[in-house]
């Protein structure tokens, strides 16, 4: 990267630099991309994990940003099927709630017309019968009725890493652990960036024409090395999710439900577990360090308990957790959950462009406004006229055939026949399918060239070799959080294969026991810091 000239550095491995990156080079830029952290590693690994389309910004009468987020829904289900999976989503009514049936109603078809929703996934109006037959936890004696509706669930992490993996198809360059240092400068234009590899303290710089910077939280820190944070700051929030075993919060479709305190929470099956959320409060501490302490622990699990009467989950049920940050955009007087979540551009005197706010459902139209911007640069400056934005039309890595969900399902079950008679379940083919797609063939490849030991760890060990060598994994915590999600979705699983995967990695890189024991340290802080949660969290 240091011997060359690049159109366009892009600050930041989220979701937004990576649709940005695929954006940018698609239409014909040289990119480069630099994440200070592993892909994925702030904002985007930590969402709610939903494509949606924003229901409750109808209430706030943004009715933009949900015709935006909502037809951007079908098309990233489009783009990758085996990641953003079709997912009923139940709206309780209840006494005193925050939704009537009058204005559900109203607002799931404006929801529908606005996100051009058709066929099976139009909202259906439930009576409390209907309800109940779907979700019996619900609660009987306040319970009304509930909006029916689609919506669709993810794994940002992934989303972010087949949107990464898909912009080199088009000549991008990508670095994890590189962290921007300074900008370098020409004529006193931003005219690329210095950078330090983490892995080795070494910097160099990378020279480019123009840089973005989608750094999530960190932009303005970056605004202010570039001397530019000026008007329009960053006001972040923190958003807290729970993980518990299924059979503790057996609920058979996601929910999406109202908590005493006005605001609405999910509830979402996934595969083993369930997970709840979210929290929206003020944060201002340690952007790298962002955790679930005792007090969200207790507000998520309060609510859960007041809407479902026959589950009662404690403190001890939790089996994992994330924390993460919104990067939103600053209003006067309004609190953590009526800031806007519109995308905002900064273009600072020296030409940095920088991106912040927004939803993960929307981050490809994100991208192409932001790439527009670039792109009249372009012709203004080099006389060079860019294509328009057609990242609609590019399938993610692993979606080689899915023209729909189904054929994922149709594909699962393959999968599942050519595993099954190793002793593997359907979850264990639908846990490689909802990841990784068809790229699930090369794993299989992989775990057949190993002969020896259990099945799973096998497989696993083929997962990683396949996330090493295609997928920049640099250490466990990449492999076990980012990439696979195991952390949060299977943390009894890690647990078994932490030192089989520790081994596997002192093999692959040649690293002696000091540094091995290191990792081992950081992964069992990990596996305490997500799942155990006494008085010091208060």
């Given at each position: 990267?240091?011997?060359?000239?690049?159109?366009?550095?892009?600050?930041?491995?989220?979701?937004?630099?990576?649709?940005?990156?695929?954006?940018?080079?698609?239409?014909?830029?040289?990119?480069?991309?630099?994440?200070?952290?592993?892909?994925?590693?702030?904002?985007?690994?930590?969402?709610?994990?939903?494509?949606?389309?924003?229901?409750?910004?109808?209430?706030?009468?943004?009715?933009?940003?949900?015709?935006?987020?909502?037809?951007?829904?079908?098309?990233?289900?489009?783009?990758?099927?085996?990641?953003?999976?079709?997912?009923?989503?139940?709206?309780?009514?209840?006494?005193?709630?925050?939704?009537?049936?009058?204005?559900?109603?109203?607002?799931?078809?404006?929801?529908?017309?606005?996100?051009?929703?058709?066929?099976?996934?139009?909202?259906?109006?439930?009576?409390?019968?209907?309800?109940?037959?779907?979700?019996?936890?619900?609660?009987?004696?306040?319970?009304?009725?509930?909006?029916?509706?689609?919506?669709?669930?993810?794994d940002d992490a992934r989303l972010t890493i087949e949107n990464l993996k898909t912009s080199l198809l088009f000549g991008a360059r990508a670095l994890n652990y590189a962290s921007v240092e300074d900008f370098v400068y020409k004529k006193d234009k931003v005219?690329?960036?210095?950078?330090?590899?983490?892995?080795?303290?070494?910097?160099?710089?990378?020279?480019?024409?123009?840089?973005?910077?989608?750094?999530?939280?960190?932009?303005?820190?970056?605004?202010?090395?570039?001397?530019?944070?000026?008007?329009?700051?960053?006001?972040?929030?923190?958003?807290?999710?729970?993980?518990?075993?299924?059979?503790?919060?057996?609920?058979?479709?996601?929910?999406?439900?109202?908590?005493?305190?006005?605001?609405?929470?999910?509830?979402?099956?996934?595969?083993?577990?369930?997970?709840?959320?979210?929290?929206?409060?003020?944060?201002?501490?340690?952007?790298?360090?962002?955790?679930?302490?005792?007090?969200?622990?207790?507000?998520?699990?309060?609510?859960?308990?007041?809407?479902?009467?026959?589950?009662?989950?404690?403190?001890?049920?939790?089996?994992?957790?994330?924390?993460?940050?919104?990067?939103?955009?600053?209003?006067?007087?309004?609190?953590?959950?009526?800031?806007?979540?519109?995308?905002?551009?900064?273009?600072?005197?020296?030409?940095?462009?920088?991106?912040?706010?927004?939803?993960?459902?929307?981050?490809?139209?994100?991208?192409?406004?932001?790439?527009?911007?670039?792109?009249?640069?372009?012709?203004?400056?080099?006389?060079?006229?860019?294509?328009?934005?057609?990242?609609?039309?590019?399938?993610?890595?692993?979606?080689?055939?899915?023209?729909?969900?189904?054929?994922?399902?149709?594909?699962?079950?393959?999968?599942?026949?050519?595993?099954?008679?190793?002793?593997?379940?359907?979850?264990?083919?639908?846990?490689?399918?909802?990841?990784?797609?068809?790229?699930?063939?090369?794993?299989?490849?992989?775990?057949?060239?190993?002969?020896?030991?259990?099945?799973?760890?096998?497989?696993?060990?083929?997962?990683?070799?396949?996330?090493?060598?295609?997928?920049?994994?640099?250490?466990?915590?990449?492999?076990?959080?980012?990439?696979?999600?195991?952390?949060?979705?299977?943390?009894?699983?890690?647990?078994?294969?932490?030192?089989?995967?520790?081994?596997?990695?002192?093999?692959?890189?040649?690293?002696?026991?000091?540094?091995?024991?290191?990792?081992?340290?950081?992964?069992?802080?990990?596996?305490?810091?997500?799942?155990?949660?006494?008085?010091?969290?208060?």
């Open positions: 990267m240091s011997s060359e000239s690049f159109d366009l550095v892009v600050i930041g491995g989220g979701i937004t630099g990576a649709g940005i990156a695929l954006d940018a080079s698609s239409r014909g830029l040289k990119v480069a991309l630099v994440e200070k952290g592993d892909f994925a590693s702030g904002t985007s690994s930590k969402s709610t994990k939903l494509i949606h389309g924003g229901l409750r910004y109808l209430k706030q009468f943004d009715f933009w940003l949900v015709k935006e987020v909502g037809s951007e829904r079908a098309i990233v289900h489009k783009l990758a099927p085996h990641l953003v999976i079709p997912e009923k989503m139940l709206l309780p009514l209840i006494e005193n709630g925050s939704y009537g049936k009058w204005l559900t109603s109203i607002g799931l078809k404006v929801y529908d017309i606005l996100a051009q929703v058709s066929g099976d996934d139009k909202r259906q109006m439930l009576e409390k019968k209907e309800a109940l037959k779907l979700e019996p936890l619900l609660p009987k004696k306040i319970l009304k009725g509930a909006g029916y509706y689609a919506e669709y669930r993810t005219a690329g960036v210095e950078v330090k590899d983490v892995l080795t303290d070494k910097t160099f710089k990378i020279k480019s024409k123009y840089v973005i910077s989608a750094a999530g939280p960190w932009v303005d820190e970056l605004r202010s090395k570039n001397n530019s944070k000026k008007g329009k700051q960053l006001h972040l929030t923190k958003g807290v999710h729970l993980v518990f075993p299924w059979e503790k919060l057996p609920v058979k479709q996601s929910v999406y439900f109202d908590i005493p305190d006005g605001r609405m929470m999910f509830a979402i099956p996934r595969g083993k577990i369930t997970y709840i959320g979210t929290t929206d409060t003020n944060y201002n501490k340690d952007k790298d360090s962002v955790r679930t302490d005792l007090a969200d622990a207790i507000y998520l699990i309060s609510a859960v308990n007041n809407m479902f009467p026959k589950i009662e989950l404690e403190m001890e049920d939790i089996i994992s957790s994330w924390a993460g940050l919104r990067p939103l955009i600053h209003e006067e007087g309004k609190s953590a959950s009526e800031l806007s979540r519109k995308d905002e551009i900064f273009t600072s005197d020296t030409g940095l462009v920088s991106i912040a706010g927004g939803k993960l459902t929307g981050y490809r139209k994100m991208a192409e406004r932001v790439v527009n911007r670039i792109a009249k640069k372009m012709e203004e400056d080099h006389d060079t006229e860019l294509k328009e934005c057609f990242t609609d039309k590019i399938a993610l890595c692993g979606n080689v055939d899915f023209k729909k969900y189904k054929h994922v399902k149709k594909y699962i079950k393959q999968v599942f026949e050519r595993i099954e008679k190793n002793g593997f379940t359907e979850h264990d083919a639908w846990f490689l399918v909802t990841n990784y797609g068809k790229q699930t063939d090369r794993i299989l490849e992989y775990y057949q060239e190993l002969n020896d030991g259990d099945v799973h760890i096998r497989m696993t060990k083929a997962e990683l070799r396949f996330c090493i060598e295609y997928e920049m994994v640099q250490n466990p915590m990449d492999f076990f959080i980012r990439r696979t999600g195991r952390l949060y979705f299977d943390i009894d699983g890690m647990r078994t294969l932490l030192d089989p995967i520790l081994e596997e990695f002192k093999k692959y890189f040649d690293l002696n026991d000091t540094k091995i024991n290191a990792w081992r340290s950081t992964l069992e802080a990990e596996l305490d810091d997500h799942s155990n949660f006494s008085l010091d969290r208060a």
